[in-house]
């Protein structure tokens, strides 16, 4: 079992520790045990999973989209007799498979989300958690009633990083915010019939945590290295240091919309 470091243990470590242990750790699937207790996300008020959950009983057909390394998914087991699930990083697809085939899930990917690999009135369930879709694609496969169930990281997450490194504070997806999500699956003609958003504190304990973050996260600042962001980096680090934490805030919105029967 992995050990989680304290977070006194941490701020008792070098700044060049911290960087060298966060460029050695491995990433992979979607799965960012390695933060646990260096990071510390403040919870959402609602339950992506028991949402779902409410569902699976009267589901046959279920596709999970963008499903990463195929943890989330397989967590769910046992699923419905015709489940599908899609991953097009490289790196996430053949963890995904070996997940997710032994539970009867057929893997798939693609190359767009306008064109996705399905026919129409496909699944009962479309299942996406923090991955980009088309609202027209999602519609066409899903069957007359089927539901469309998503929990979305928004255009705010974590900008404070943003802030605190970049000279000129930037992230691309500023404008992915509930209310424009609604609007689009609404003009696909979508009833939404649930919608949440949130923006929940998370404490970050050490440097290294943040540098493992933005190598995960590439997007979230794009020209990331630690050779550029060297002397911000030090700086984020001087603070935690003295305040114990660095203070974010996550950004996520939840929407559930039913395809009209």
């Known amino acids: 079992m992995k050990r989680v470091e304290t977070a006194s243990e941490s701020s008792n470590r070098s700044f060049d ?3 060298a242990e966060a460029l050695e750790a491995d ?3 979607w799965d960012f045990s390695w933060l646990d207790g260096r990071w510390i996300d403040g919870p959402l008020p609602w339950n992506f999973r028991e949402r779902i959950e409410r569902y699976l009983p009267d589901v046959n057909s279920l596709y999970d989209m963008g499903t990463g390394g195929g943890e989330f998914l397989a967590s769910l087991a046992p699923l419905p007799p015709d489940t599908w699930a899609s991953e097009n990083w490289s790196r996430n697809l053949p963890i995904a498979r070996a997940r997710l085939e032994p539970l009867g899930v057929t893997m798939v990917s693609f190359d767009s989300i306008d064109q996705l690999p399905f026919p129409d009135d496909a699944f009962d369930l479309v299942i996406n958690r923090h991955e980009g879709y088309a609202p027209a694609e ?3 496969i899903l069957k007359p009633g089927g539901r469309f169930i998503t929990q979305q990281v928004g255009g705010r997450n974590e900008f404070r990083l943003n802030e605190l490194l970049q000279e000129d504070p930037y992230f691309k997806y500023e404008d992915w915010v509930l209310a424009n999500a609604v609007a689009d699956l609404e003009e696909g ?4 019939t649930k919608k949440q958003e949130a923006f929940p504190e998370a404490r970050v304990t050490d440097i290294g945590a943040v540098v493992y973050y933005l190598r995960a996260i590439p997007w979230q600042i794009e020209d990331f290295s630690v050779e550029r962001y060297r002397e911000r980096l030090l700086a984020v680090h001087n603070m935690i240091q003295e305040e ?3 203070s974010v805030h996550s950004h996520r919105f939840y929407v559930e919309a039913v395809k009209p029967v």
């Open 189 to 192: 003609s979508f009833q939404v």
């Open 244 to 246: 114990g934490y660095l």
């Open 17 to 19: 520790e911290l960087i």
């Open 138 to 140: 999602v519609l066409r």
């Open 27 to 29: 990433f992979s699937g």
